[in-house]
């Protein structure tokens, strides 16, 4: 199974940016579908955003739509989420997940293996 890793997420302020990073070990993440999801504090884990393993079929979730962009690097072997606009109700621990791309892509479900969180702090 492929260890993940999330980077980049910190301490910011209201309406400043980020971009979170997924890198995988034990494989290569540009085989599997990737997605983002994010847990609130005290809150059910959320999904917050997908990608594909072609990178042609992104989703995301309406709580940040138009301000959050999933990506891959495939120089990198990375999926990327750059979030802008950030309010302090994107306070969260976020995670990326993958999915094998051996079955139908399933945006929000179908999850195998996570990462340990990265977490973002917005401050007012």
């Known amino acids: 199974q492929v260890q993940l890793v999330e980077s980049g997420g910190g301490l910011v302020q209201t309406g400043d940016s980020l971009k979170l990073s997924c890198a995988a070990s034990?494989?290569?993440?540009?085989?599997?579908?990737v997605g983002w999801f994010r847990q609130l504090p005290g809150k059910e884990r959320e999904f917050v955003a997908s990608?594909?393993?072609?990178?042609?079929?992104?989703t995301v979730e309406d709580f940040v739509q138009g301000r959050a962009a999933v990506s891959r690097d495939n120089v990198k072997d990375t999926v990327d989420l750059q979030m802008n606009n950030l309010k302090p109700e994107d306070t969260a621990t976020y995670y990326c997940a993958a999915q094998s791309s051996a079955n139908r892509f399933d945006p929000r479900n179908g999850y195998d293996s996570w990462g340990q969180g990265t977490q973002v702090i917005v401050s007012s």
């Open positions: 034990g494989g290569r993440l540009s085989t599997y579908n």
């Open positions: 990608i594909d393993r072609s990178g042609m079929i992104t």
